[in-house]
Nanobody
Framework: QVQLVESGGGLVQAGDSLRLSCAAS?????MGWFRQAPGLEREFVAA????????SYAESVKGRFTISSDNTKNMVYLQMNNLKPEDTAVYYC????????????????WGRGTQVTVSS
C-alpha cells in the first residue's frame, strides 16, 4: 500500500509561486494532486503518468500549474505560479491506476494534505 506525504504549503500573496512536494513510499503509481477549499468538494487539479509522458490538468489551473515527477526519488511535484485567492485550499497528493481514473476521482491512496493560502 502506498503512503504519501505532502509538503511545501504556506501563506503567499496573489501572484506568488509555490512548489508542493509529495513523497511516495511503496509501489510507484500514476500520481495526482487534488484540492479542497472550505465548504466545497475535493476537486481534481493535475495528474501525471508513471512514465511522465502523460499529464492532465483542470481547466482552472492550466497554464499556471505544472505537475512533474522524479521516479528515482519517488517524488511528485506541483509547481504553482501566478497564484490566485481562489487557489486557497488543502492540497492532497493521490495515487491511482491511471491518469483518466485520477481525473475521475478514482484514487488508490491519499496523503494527509498541505494547506495553501493565497491572500489578495
Amino acid at each position: 500500500q502506498v503512503q504519501l506525504v505532502e509538503s511545501g504549503g504556506g501563506l503567499v500573496q496573489a501572484g506568488d509561486s509555490l512548489r508542493l512536494s509529495c513523497a511516495a513510499s511503496g509501489r510507484t503509481f500514476n500520481m495526482g494532486w487534488f484540492r479542497q477549499a472550505p465548504g466545497l468538494e475535493r476537486e481534481f487539479v493535475a495528474a501525471i503518468s508513471w512514465s511522465s509522458f502523460i499529464t492532465s490538468y483542470a481547466e482552472s489551473v492550466k497554464g499556471r500549474f505544472t505537475i512533474s515527477s522524479d521516479n528515482t526519488k519517488n517524488m511528485v511535484y506541483l509547481q504553482m505560479n501566478n497564484l490566485k485567492p481562489e487557489d486557497t485550499a488543502v492540497y492532497y497528493c493521490a495515487a491511482g491506476v491511471s491518469v483518466p481514473d485520477l481525473r475521475n476521482g478514482v484514487v488508490s491512496g491519499w496523503g494527509r494534505g498541505t494547506q495553501v493560502t493565497v491572500s489578495s
